[in-house]
């Protein structure tokens, strides 16, 4: 671990979505003994990456209704008007970096839609989140307060002027009289934007690489964009943009493959290890945007698949689809051993990615 601390590695595709769907695995920190990583304040640290039912359950089911597949399908029209508009921006030709100017973006902006923020706001979100992911400990605990104190005065502003934005939706959610609590909304908030924006940034970047760096798949999917939805699957199984779980920890001595972990220590899961299993996946080092088999890890799997897993497919759809469309020269400016990976075993994410248009 980055700090010297030992954790469990479980790796095979059988054993990690066992290991997944195993209540007897917490990500409720309270079970630790182990290695927990970069600790949150309260009112960020109470969101569905950090519980386990019934509590997790709540929550959840209060917040799922805006993440249905049909109210995700209705935002297409917006997030298309996003991705032209970015790359109506862009110098014909190039070279551009397509992480600052288009991946980037891309997805702060379509969480300032949910949010309903103005451009000020998002610009702000952008700057903090990334100071949170490739910041030192102190500049990332000042982006920490910082997204803290914007979320508490957004939520103030909701609760006594709501809107038709998904953080009013939140503020208004209601399940048999329930409702989540301030700390709760924080959090959840912190987790659409820290979440929505990181992961669909490695999604666009490390799938336009992946594309980049094998032509003959570039050229399958341009003459076929029906291919599209499949691809992006292939994208998400291919790179991962979390290669591994949040951490987790077992509520007793636990045999996972053999070996017993004793309990409370720290156990992560290797997603980008299992998408690649050779006994789960034919030809698993293979891009193939055409793999009709493709039940990746990515989302996770059971009771924490990922609530955000429609939008983030569609993002990456509209985003690599319009983009593939618009620039059919599209091209690496720079050789593949010059390019630069973000400083974190937690997510892959190129840091730039010049390309010519």
Excluded at 230 to 237: G, H, N, P, T
Aim: proline residues 8%; negative net charge.
């Amino acid at each position: 671990m980055p700090d010297g601390a030992a954790a469990w590695v479980v790796s095979g595709y059988g054993s990690v979505r066992l290991a997944l769907a195993d209540p007897r695995l917490s990500l409720d920190k309270r079970y630790a003994t182990g290695w927990v990583g970069f600790r949150l304040p309260p009112a960020l640290d109470a969101n569905l990456l950090n519980m386990d039912p019934p509590e997790h359950t709540r929550i959840r089911a209060l917040v799922s209704q805006a993440f249905t597949p049909k109210r995700v399908q209705a935002m297409r029209p917006r997030v298309q008007r996003i991705a032209d508009g970015l790359l109506d921006a862009l110098p014909p030709g190039g070279p551009v970096d397509l992480i600052a100017t288009f991946a980037e973006p891309l997805p702060i902006a379509v969480i300032g839609e949910l949010f309903d923020v103005p451009a000020d706001d998002r610009v702000r979100l952008r700057g903090w989140t990334n100071a949170l992911l490739l910041g030192g400990r102190e500049e990332a605990g000042a982006a920490v307060q910082a997204i803290q104190a914007f979320f508490v005065e957004l939520i103030a502003r909701r609760r006594a002027a709501p809107g038709d934005d998904l953080l009013s939706a939140m503020v208004a959610a209601r399940d048999e009289g329930d409702r989540l609590s301030e700390d709760e909304l924080t959090s959840l908030a912190f987790l659409v934007l820290f979440a929505g924006y990181e992961n669909t940034v490695n999604l666009i970047g490390n799938g336009v690489l992946a594309l980049l760096r094998a032509p003959e798949q570039l050229a399958a999917l341009r003459a076929d964009p029906g291919l599209l939805p499949s691809a992006i699957d292939e994208f998400l199984r291919y790179d991962p943009s979390a290669p591994v779980s949040m951490r987790r920890f077992p509520t007793e001595d636990l045999t996972i493959d053999g070996v017993t972990v004793p309990k409370g220590e720290t156990v992560l899961l290797e997603l980008a290890a299992a998408n690649r299993d050779p006994e789960r996946f034919a030809d698993p080092d293979a891009l193939d945007l055409a793999r009709a088999d493709n039940p990746h890890l990515t989302f996770g799997h059971g009771v924490h698949y990922c609530l955000g897993a429609p939008l983030a497919r569609l993002e990456g759809q509209v985003a690599i689809g319009t983009l593939l469309r618009r620039c059919p020269d599209l091209a690496l400016a720079v050789p593949y051993d010059e390019l630069r990976w973000r400083p974190t075993f937690r997510t892959h994410g190129l840091v730039e990615l010049p390309v010519n248009l």
